[in-house]
């Protein structure tokens, strides 16, 4: 899977380009994303910052995030990652930014995820990542969805246990960024254990 492509050497199949959910909707990022990206990222900077080493440029310009993009454009193409604005489905409006990454290796795919402020606790990270996590086991070849999150970020553990993962391990990692600790935690869960688990209220 490293790469994009499976054990074989053949490409990944890459998943839905909109996934529709009640409270959020994921779309491919496309280039017309760029400025309300900038604009959630901008709003969302002192949190953001705390975890993110993407945020250190201030302030986030239009320039930079037609550049992220355009990577994102690049990655999809190769398999490598497959990244979505999170919008609401009401107004349409960017919240967020979500994606499933091939470098966890062979048979893997990772959830990421950041919500604007303004909208966090309202179960929209838990929503994306559960949409995230089916889409991500229905690719061909994938039999594991991980989250990874720093330990002083205990949040984004919440929902990896809201939706039934596993936490596996906890490594040293060098600190990046003024929020962390240093301690790497991976959650993980298997596609019997997804399609398995207890119904979601």
């Known amino acids: 899977m490293t790469g994009g492509h499976d054990p074989d050497g053949v490409p ?9 959910g009640a409270i959020v909707v994921l779309e491919r990022v496309r280039p017309d994303h760029a400025d309300a990206v900038t604009a959630a990222k901008e709003i969302s900077r002192p949190e953001l910052a705390l975890f993110m080493d993407w945020m ?5 310009t239009v320039a930079q995030n037609r550049e992220f993009i355009a990577q994102c454009e690049t990655e999809w193409e190769a398999g490598e990652a497959f990244n979505y604005v999170m919008t609401d489905p009401g107004t349409g409006d960017v919240i967020g930014v979500c994606g499933l990454m091939a ?7 990772e959830v990421g995820y950041w919500v604007r402020s ?3 606790g309202a179960g929209v990270a838990t929503a994306a990542a559960a949409m995230l996590t089916e889409a991500g086991l229905a690719v061909p070849g994938v039999d594991i969805v991980e989250i990874h999150h ?22 040293d990692v060098e600190i990046d960024n ?14 019997r254990e997804w399609v398995s688990r207890p119904a979601q209220p």
Not at 12 to 20: G, S
Not at 151 to 171: F, T
Not at 178 to 191: A, D, K, L, Q
């Open 150 to 171: 720093d330990a002083a970020n205990p949040a984004s553990g919440r929902v990896a246990e809201k939706l039934g993962y596993r936490e596996v391990q906890r490594r």
């Open 56 to 60: 250190t440029d201030e302030p986030q």
């Open 103 to 109: 470098r966890p290796g062979p048979g893997r795919l």
């Open 178 to 191: 003024p929020g962390e600790c240093g301690v790497e935690v991976i959650w993980e869960i298997t596609h």
């Open 12 to 20: 990944m199949t890459p998943p839905p380009t909109r996934l529709d």
């Open 118 to 120: 303004d909208r966090a």
